[in-house]
């Protein structure tokens, strides 16, 4: 079995859903030992760390910063998984967005309508990432090298690129920041608290909702799932395999570079070193918690969220890389819970 195949949905969405709460169980309950291990009640900080964000606008802010790039990235990697791959390059990915969309917004004049800006820079995001996605890809169809392994290797390339192309011809005043984009490519923030909470979650809403009918009622999402399922049968019935997994691969790529949109036109409004890091990877997390069906990716993207920025919010209490281990013991607990789950029959079944 694949790497992609242990990790794919099948089954009943009871089954889906039984895994994903098993996970959640397991991070609350080690966590809340964590917890008791620094002298701390879990009962007292897990209702802390609600009542702190749920009434604070700039921490309920942050949550829906952290979740909109969260749910672009865990969308390219469920769209990979989907299709029988693995993407571990959405850092890469992203990475390479950040650098388009950054240069691309600085490059405009400075009227620029926003009706040419915002869809340019948008544009030159999902390229960039599309282009290190389709090249592994490309090389897994031609040359028969694994995802996983191309894909960390790109991480390393496009991120000590993107560091030399700063270096060389970017980075302003001896800082790690680029010429600010224009404005009319700047996306407005939403107001909450001062937090960078911004428009581009709408974008990742009306994505995760197109992601959503492609997957469930378009002729492409069964041929990309049905490629995902069994790539023999599917070669079979004369679906061209290493074409569907090339554009697979190009499109999760694309997603994970359109999350730049809210590091860079959304906060930043410029290309800055790092921006975004981490985004990729906890994609991951993600699209395994969310079982990679776009509506589980969301809720899974604002409960990782959340847990990312609980940490801070409760740092008075408890350390905050607590919460920082907890988003990989989801990811270990999926591992465990998928195989003992899928072998066990469902109550009320034959």
Request: proline content about 3%.
């Amino acid at each position: 079995m694949s790497l992609a195949a242990a990790f794919r949905p099948g089954g009943s969405a009871r089954r889906e859903i039984a895994i994903a709460a098993i996970a959640l169980l397991a991070s609350v309950a080690l966590g809340s030992l964590l917890i008791m291990a620094c002298g701390a009640a879990p009962g007292r900080v897990w209702w802390a760390m609600v009542e702190r964000i749920v009434t604070n606008d700039f921490w309920f802010g942050q949550v829906l910063y952290k979740a909109t790039a969260l749910a672009l990235t865990g969308l390219a990697v469920s769209l990979a998984l989907d299709a029988g791959l693995f993407n571990i390059g959405a850092e890469g990915q992203l990475a390479a967005g950040v650098l388009a969309c950054g240069v691309t917004g600085a490059a405009l004049p400075a009227g620029t309508p926003a009706i040419l800006a915002v869809p340019l820079c948008l544009l030159a995001a999902a390229a960039a990432g599309a282009a290190i996605g389709a090249l592994i890809g490309f090389m897994k169809v031609t040359r028969g090298a694994h995802e996983v392994i191309t894909s960390i290797m790109l991480n390393a390339i496009v991120s000590g690129v993107v560091l030399w192309i700063g270096n060389e011809l970017l980075f302003e005043n001896g800082t790690t920041r680029g010429a600010g984009i224009v404005a009319g490519a700047e996306l407005p923030e939403l107001g909450l608290g001062g937090s960078p909470a911004n428009a581009t979650l709408v974008l990742s809403l009306l994505v995760v909702a197109a992601m959503w009918w492609l997957r469930s009622r378009s002729t492409w999402g069964a041929t990309w799932q049905a490629v995902g399922q069994d790539p023999a049968a599917a070669r079979s019935v004369g679906m061209s395999v290493g074409r569907v997994q090339l554009l697979v691969m190009a499109g999760s790529g694309g997603l994970a570079g359109l999350a730049a949109a809210n590091f860079v036109m959304g906060h930043k409004h410029a290309f800055e070193q790092g921006l975004g890091s981490g985004s990729g990877f906890l994609g991951i997390a993600v699209a395994l918690l969310g079982r990679s069906h776009p509506i589980g990716v969301l809720i899974a993207s604002l409960l990782l969220g959340f847990l990312s920025t609980g940490g801070l919010v409760v740092n008075d209490m408890v350390p905050k890389e607590l919460t920082e281990m907890l988003i990989g013991v989801v990811v270990l607990a999926i591992a465990v819970a998928v195989p003992w789950v899928t072998t066990r029959p469902l109550r009320g079944t034959a």
